[in-house]
């Protein structure tokens, strides 16, 4: 299986490239495909109380109602129909995306099995919600719709009288169906939507906006599509003849033509199972690598950086608890904490200039303690003698740092470049250890843990804290956002890095016997700050 | 050199824009296409369908008994009712017949937790378009042997029909639709 998973995550990784070059980092429609859905959502939810404005649930009504729009009122709500549709033909195509995806990527295991656990209901509810929507338009497509629902539901034993029989024959149809099903049409939605926001709740941040150019040429396509290739009935829905051929909403209705060769148990069997293989797929083994973060009181001043950094909410403050002068303190949810270290890199205690055995930040890895890693960060460097020295801090989801490695370079793998807080890249490069850091992290706008690039840019930028002090030369520090694919770029970036910081500091041959000049002399102006 | 360097970038701005004109030019191609296409085929347009389908309940499966008044007193007083009636129907026999062919044979079982409930049938059959002998018959009561209901009809069932044989005792049986 994770054979598998890595075969289709560097497939996935190369589309992902290739929607890169068409659309930028920052609007790939693949990096947003949740908050694509949402958009959707909102699309389809507009544009339906519009309809509903204009519908008119009788059994006779139903289709003229819907034709009165498509045709007559054509301009506004005949394309908030074909809107109404299209949205929801893409909702179905983003959500798939977004759970392939996220299951191509493992991001359901450990902590974040809420997410993943709590967007397996929203697939059944997407689908009754398509499905009942069907329905009400009362054309042949609906009688398809009716007819082969009630008869898969009369699989279940559930009702004493099939319930197919509603839609026998036109002298035994009633209207109080249609009037149950737009009910369920209305209030299945709301309930998506209630789960919709219990599925970001463990989100820090949660993105639930695309960027603005992505949703304008998102919704510009759904408008020209709905203007060119109106939704539009099928013929008029009559029980007394069968639907012998019927356009189908492959979106929505994939299965349905299974249940004229498989049974309808069968095939409710194969979706429950399917569900069930779902639920309980982030609590199959193999489980948790890393143990969550753990807060140090005697260091932690409740300032509340971790908290606003957590990507996923798994840092609180509560009132102090030891006594000290301290207002707050942190402290760890283990459940909600997927050990991606960010929190390390926003805790201001987290700095190497302090002595070694005082190294214990306010939060901490227990498995990638700060004092073990400016340890091996100091003794990677320490092996390093070919000009110029350069540390490469990558993180295990972007491109691969083996590739990286050779003469003058040093690597050291996080779980996130968000762990490293900027007072490490000023420690290796003020005091010096290396002529240069390279961050290479997570595919540009495609964070495995959600925030830890933005923070990371944001500290070196000096936007938030801990920032990057400005004593460091920014020229020093590369960042190469790139996935797996992307190794023999990211090789050439190096490169190109280290060219430059021989251009930076002349020919080493100049300095034999000098030791470092540029790292004594930034050294020494950092010395008051150890 | 400047001149050249802000037509390239023109270019390369075009060039994306153009590329992701074609990709959501592609993604509206899907949902266009797929929302409607391709057409499936549940029935042959040249057939059409006989659907056999009814609720009814059959006959208690037990004739009702008077309690002798030992068995009365033996009851709790608000449960001494003078009549037995056990709540079990019998089962229903279905068959139906189409130019001398049987094509249906079930026994249908009352429905409810004590079986007091009716039965129910809902069964479709494709058949070319065409004029058709067609035989129902339906036993719902205790005999073991014959039915009690049965319809004999010619019928034309036209391309695409839908035609339902129903069932309602009170409206006399067997009921085309």
């Keep these: 299986m994770a054979a598998i998973r890595s075969a289709l995550r560097y497939g996935m990784e190369r589309v992902e490239s290739g929607f890169d070059a068409v659309y930028g980092a920052d609007w790939n429609p693949l990096y947003h495909l949740g908050a694509l859905g949402w958009f959707f959502f909102w699309i389809i939810t507009i544009s339906g109380i519009y309809l509903y404005i204009f519908f008119d649930s009788g059994v006779d009504q139903a289709y003229e109602s819907v034709e009165y729009m498509t045709h007559v009122q054509w301009y506004a709500a005949g394309i908030m129909r074909s809107l109404h549709r299209y949205a929801s033909d893409a909702f179905v195509v983003v959500v798939l995306a977004h759970l392939a995806r996220q299951w191509i990527k493992g991001n359901y295991n450990d902590a974040r099995w809420f997410g993943w656990v709590t967007g397996v209901p929203l697939l059944w509810l997407m689908y009754a919600s398509g499905i009942s929507g069907y329905w009400i338009v009362w054309d042949s497509l609906a009688q398809y719709v009716a007819v082969a629902t009630t008869e898969w539901l009369d699989t279940l034993p559930l009702f004493g009288e099939p319930i197919a029989r509603n839609f026998l024959h036109e002298s035994t149809l009633s209207g109080r169906f249609f009037t149950l099903m737009v009910f369920i049409h209305i209030a299945v939605p709301l309930t998506m939507l209630f789960l919709m926001w219990v599925h970001i709740q463990r989100h820090m941040y949660p993105r639930v906006n695309p960027p603005r150019g992505l949703m304008i040429g998102t919704f510009g396509m759904l408008m020209v599509l709905s203007v060119v290739y109106p939704a539009v009935s099928q013929d008029r829905a009559n029980l007394n003849q069968v639907v012998a051929q019927v356009g189908l909403d492959w979106f929505y209705l994939p299965l349905y033509p299974l249940l004229d060769v498989y049974p309808g148990e069968l095939l409710w069997g194969v979706l429950v199972g399917t569900t069930l293989v779902l639920i309980v797929l982030p609590f199959l083994p193999p489980r948790r690598r890393v143990r969550p973060a753990v807060v140090d009181l005697d260091n932690c001043n409740g300032c509340g950086r971790c908290v606003a950094d957590c990507p996923y909410s798994a840092v609180s403050l509560r009132p102090r608890t030891d006594g000290a002068s301290y207002s707050h303190e942190a402290v760890v949810t283990n459940e909600k904490c997927v050990s991606c270290g960010i929190c390390v890199g926003a805790c201001p205690t987290s700095t190497p200039f302090r002595r070694q055995s005082d190294l214990v930040p306010g939060i901490d890895l227990p498995d990638l303690a700060m004092g073990a890693l400016r340890e091996n960060l100091v003794t990677a460097a320490g092996a390093l003698n070919e000009h110029p020295r350069v540390m490469v801090i990558g993180c295990g989801a972007g491109v691969s740092l083996d590739a990286l490695s050779g003469p003058g370079v040093a690597i050291k793998s996080l779980p996130c470049v968000g762990q490293l807080p900027p007072s490490f890249i000023d420690f290796l490069i003020t005091r010096g250890h290396v002529e240069g850091v390279f961050v290479a992290g997570c595919r540009d706008g495609d964070c495995e843990y959600r925030l830890g690039q933005q923070w990371t840019e944001a500290r070196l930028d000096q936007e938030r804290d801990p920032h990057l002090r400005s004593r460091v030369p920014r020229e020093r520090i590369r960042i190469y956002w790139a996935g797996r694919d992307r190794a023999a770029a990211a090789g050439r970036e190096l490169d190109g890095f280290r060219a430059a910081l021989r251009e930076l500091d002349g020919d080493p041959a100049d300095r034999k016997g000098e030791g470092h000049p540029r790292g004594e002399a930034i050294s020494a102006a950092a010395a008051g700050h150890g | ?177």
């Excluded at chain 2, 409930?117 to 339906?138: C, H, I, M, N």
């Excluded at chain 2, 004999?152 to 035609?163: A, G, I, K, M, Y």
């Design chain 2, 1 to 177: 050199m400047a001149d050249s360097r802000t037509e390239s970038s023109l270019s390369a701005l075009g060039m994306r824009i153009a590329a992701q004109v074609v990709v959501y030019g592609a993604f509206a191609a899907l949902l266009g296409y797929f929302s409607v296409s391709p057409t499936y085929t549940q029935v042959d347009p040249d057939f059409g369908v006989i659907k056999l389908s009814f609720s009814h309940a059959g006959q208690p499966e037990t004739e009702c008994r008077r309690r002798s008044q030992e068995q009365l007193e033996e009851l709790a007083p608000n449960m001494r009712k003078t009549m037995d009636c056990p709540r079990r129907r019998v089962n229903l026999l279905v068959e139906l017949e189409l130019d001398g062919e049987r094509i249906y044979r079930d026994e249908l079982p009352p429905s409810g937790l004590s079986g007091d409930g009716a039965s129910t049938v809902y069964q479709d059959f494709p058949v070319p378009a065409g004029r058709y002998t067609l035989v129902a018959r339906l036993r719902d009561s205790r005999r073991e042997q014959g039915f009690d209901w049965t319809l004999e009809r010619t019928v034309d069932v036209s391309p695409r029909q839908n035609l339902v044989i129903d069932f309602r005792a009170e409206t006399g049986g067997f009921k085309i639709l």
